[in-house]
Structures are given as C-alpha cells and as structure tokens.
C-alpha cells in the first residue's frame, strides 16, 4: 500500500518551490540595482572629492579626508578669463537650440500630426530615415555648407545646423495624433486662425513632452563636444566641454580640471531638477509611445 503522505501533490510542490525562488529573485533585483548605481555615482564622487582636494590630495584616499576641502580650486577656475566665456557660449547654444528645436519640431509635429497634404507620410518617413544616419557620416558635409556660409567660429554654424532634431518632431507627432480631432474642427468652424490654434490649443496641451524633450535638448547641446571642437576654432567660440578638454593640454592641476567639470553639471541638475515633473507627466499622458 502506497502512503500517500510521502509525497505531496504536484501543485503543492510547485508552490513550494515557487515560494523558495521569489526572495532570490527579491534579492538579485535590489543588489543590481544597487551595484548599477554605484558604479554609476563613483566616478562622479570622485569628480567632486578631487575638485574640493588640494593640491596635495589629488589622490586616493588624500581626497577623501574632509578636514581638507578647499574652494580654492573653483576661485581659480572661476577667475580665470576663458571660463565665463565658455560658459556664456554654452548657454547660449543649449538655450537657443532648446527654444528653437522645440518651436520648429512643434510645428512640423502639428502639421504632420493634423494635417492633410500631398506626400505627408512620404516626407515624414524621409524624415524620420534621418534618425538611421549616424552624426559622424554628416559631420564633413555638415562642416562644408557651414563654411561656404561663413559661418565657421560663429554662433549661426554652431547652432543652426543643429536644429533639425527629428526625433523630436517625432515624439511631438505621436503626442498631437492622440488628442481628438474634434477639437481642431471645433477651433476651425469657430473661425479661428492657424497661428492661435497653434498657440492657444496644441502648445498649451502638448506642455508635457515639450518639458521632456527640453531636458534631452538641453543636455544633448550642454554636454556636446565634437560639433563644437570642429565649429569652435578659437578661444572665443569654444564651450565648457571644449575648454575644459583643453585645460588638460595646458599646465592646469588636475583638482582645477575636476573643479570645472563639476562646475558643468550643475546646470543640468538644475534644469532636471525644475522639469522633472512633466518627465513623468509626459511618460502617464503615454506621450512617449510610438
């Protein structure tokens, strides 16, 4: 006679061995995520220690004594004539880029999103092939019309080439295709102009993506390099990112350096920080689904 007590039933097993893997599973999530941050958040902890270290505490583990932080490192770096020049020409470039690429792509998303004309899904799927196109292909083209233009070592050839961004236009077009045609229709019998129910209607509610994209604009221009390295021939025309790669060539301590590149992300933060809310207003309202 089988007992049949010795072996529990196969559902009971399952759930006993379903409950045996759920706190691994509980456990291996938190500890990548964990491991992931902290090997996101070094670099940049180091960044900082070495620019509040002295001279003398430019290395591990000098920097990590906080009996010796400094500002001294930012005074320098602060009074030096290049850096408010570099700063003044990276706001510029990420603000007006920010402003320009969201009006232009708001209004190509409008068009394509709403209205109807000949070859609309032909030229925007021309458009959207952009996206496919590495930067690095275009990047002697690109170069060659800016100075047929005269616009080398100049803020147009820095900024104008850059506001094209399709990726932009089309998330704004996915985000104006979900809102109801009846409220266009009842703006267009109503007799209103195409510039206020742009202004007055589409602005007003696509407010969420516009944040979004304005966080990824501005830290795209901020953090840009290689555009402005080829444009920025001189002293005058360079940003932070350029200007502190160059202290690097030039007899600048290292605690100087890091001082400066902590200096640029302050920016960002800030801009992260105010905005942040429409991001996640942005991804609720799926304004980011394709």
């Known amino acids: 006679m089988v007992n049949v007590l010795e072996r529990p039933p196969v559902r009971e097993q399952k759930e006993t061995s379903a409950a045996g893997q759920r706190p691994a599973a509980r456990l291996t999530l938190p500890t990548l995520l964990t491991l992931t941050a902290i090997v996101t958040v070094v670099p940049f902890a180091a960044m900082v220690l070495v620019a509040f270290a002295p001279p003398s505490g430019r290395t591990f583990p000098d920097a990590l004594n906080p009996a010796h932080f400094t500002f001294e490192n930012f005074s320098r770096v602060l009074s030096s004539s290049d850096i408010p020049r570099w700063t003044v020409n990276s706001l510029l ?137 080829v444009i920025g021939q001189s002293g005058k025309m360079q940003t932070l990112t350029v200007g502190l790669a160059t202290l690097q060539t030039q007899a600048v301590p290292i605690n100087e350096v890091m001082a400066g590149a902590t200096i640029t992300v302050v920016p960002s933060l800030l801009v992260f920080g105010l905005l942040q809310r429409y991001l996640t207003d942005s991804i609720a309202m799926s304004g980011l689904k394709a």
Request: charged share 15%; with cysteine; aromatic share 18%.
């Open 93 to 229: 470039y990420s603000l007006v880029s920010v402003v320009c690429v969201l009006l232009f792509a708001s209004m190509a998303g409008y068009a394509f999103a709403k209205k109807k004309f000949p070859g609309r899904e032909i030229i925007f799927w021309a458009f959207l092939a952009t996206l496919m196109v590495p930067f690095q292909a275009t990047l002697i083209p690109s170069y060659i019309l800016v100075s047929r233009l005269d616009w080398v070592d100049s803020y147009w050839g820095l900024i104008v080439p850059t506001l094209a961004n399709s990726q932009a236009v089309f998330l704004i077009r996915q985000f104006i295709s979900q809102l109801p045609d009846e409220l266009f229709e009842a703006a267009e019998i109503d007799g209103a102009p195409e510039w206020r129910i742009f202004t007055m209607i589409v602005l007003p509610l696509i407010r969420p993506v516009l944040a979004t994209l304005g966080i990824f604009v501005f830290l795209w221009h901020w953090n840009d390099f290689l555009w402005p390295l």
